[in-house]
């Protein structure tokens, strides 16, 4: 239980200041003055593109970090509701089952609504999602509609958002 109590804060608590991570993680990796992430490759990469991201981001839509403020803040009262079950859990069966199931539930979101297009495997399952569930919002990014009894696309063909949930 303190596992997940741990686990829930230190996600919460590091959701706080992402850019100020990122930063200081360039920095640490020894790439904290580049402008782009090409001719990056690994982690310098990895950490640059989503810096790099949440700049321009930041700088276009300041107020965008209230989400990760309010995913940060979910996390640490989620981690509150834990406390009980560990106190005594032999009358919180239910919450530590919901907890527990909720916490093992993000492995497959993260697969369904969001995989990184360089990740085969989360695009694979992504994509097989998809086709198996004709009314998600990416598949319907893909749809086609009928015209004169032929098949025409409505748009051109589009990879599949990354947060398409």
């Known amino acids: 239980m303190l596992f997940f109590i741990t686990g829930l804060v230190i996600s919460g608590v590091t959701a706080f ?18 402008t782009s992430s090409d001719g990056h490759t690994g982690l ?35 981690a509150g509701f834990f406390i009980g079950p ?24 993260a697969m369904i609504c969001g995989p990184h297009p360089r990740d085969p495997v989360l695009l694979a399952a992504h994509r097989l999602f998809v086709r198996h569930h004709r009314n998600h919002p990416a598949a319907l990014l893909s749809q086609t509609a009928q015209v004169d009894g032929s098949r ?14």
């Open 44 to 78: 310098a990469f990895w950490i640059l593109t989503v810096r790099l991201g949440l700049e321009a981001t930041y700088s276009d839509y300041p107020w965008i970090g209230y989400g990760t403020d309010w995913l940060a803040f979910g996390h640490l009262v989620i």
């Open 86 to 109: 560990m106190i005594d859990p032999r009358t919180s069966r239910s919450a530590i089952l919901t907890g527990i199931t909720a916490c093992v539930a993000v492995i497959p979101l």
């Open 17 to 34: 200041p992402l850019l100020m991570e990122l930063r200081f993680l360039s920095d640490l990796l020894g790439v904290g003055s580049a």
């Open 152 to 165: 025409e696309m409505k748009g051109p063909r589009q990879e599949y958002p990354a947060a398409a949930c």
